[in-house]
């Protein structure tokens, strides 16, 4: 589980961040969490942006995707949810 400064850390690393994966009409699907999951291995922490023709409400959106990836949900703003997962083998972010 992630501090309040970690939190807050994260967010400040995260703003400049473009998201990088889109939910759509299709939903959460095994696929995504997959890619997902391959992209915070890479990177630690990526932003996800949520669609409007997008089913499902955001914030089940944002939980679907944390649990199937065992990552953290660092913030849900608008229809983006930055996420975080510490790397196995290439740790980049070092949090307070």
Known sequence: MLTSKQKKFLKSEAHHLKPIFQVG???????LIKQVDD????????KVSVLQNCEEDKY???EAISEGADAHVVQVIGSTIVLYKES????KIELP
């Open 25 to 31: 009409k299709g939903g959460v699907n095994d696929n």
């Open 39 to 46: 992209a915070l291995e890479a990177r630690e922490l990526i």
């Open 88 to 91: 196995k083998n290439q740790k």
């Open 60 to 62: 089940e959106v944002a």
